[in-house]
């Protein structure tokens, strides 16, 4: 019983174990319109690399929301993101952007939303496929907290911290 019990403690976390949790995160709802984020980006020993701001205008169409999102880095680059990203009849999602490789997958469940893709990174002039892991988790006031491991051949190179406000 005990083995089980550390077992069970080390199982990834689920998008189902926030069923009924706060209220609901609602994708659509949440990004349509203007959202504002303020992010960081740590390397795997914790050292914050790069800080940001993105502002994100969201638009739907049926069963479709684009997010046309621009980013101020720091150090003063800029970058933009459209993203597409479908309802599907099961309640998941499917996105797509222009520096993602092949098809986001994203579910929700109460106040979480577990985002997943690969992404075309640029770094010093050189090109890198990293995938993400997104949780997303509404918080009151209008607030998302946003937590993002980012991984190379499975193994962890950082993550991104991001804060979303409602102006």
Known sequence: I???GILSACSPMRVTDFSGRGEPFDLFGYFSGTTHGYGL???RFGTIKRQFKVVIEGSIDGDKITLDEDFLYDDGETQKRVWTITRR???SYEGRADDVIGVARGK???NALN???TLALPVGGRVFEVQFDDWMLRQQ???VINRAKVRKFGFDVGSVTLAFTKP
Request: zero cysteines; hydrophobic letters at 50%.
């Open 115 to 117: 985002w997943a893709y």
């Open 108 to 110: 929700e469940a109460g």
């Open 89 to 91: 009849a099961d309640g």
């Open 2 to 4: 005990l083995l089980m």
């Open 141 to 143: 006031d209008g607030v």
């Open 41 to 43: 980006f740590e390397d």
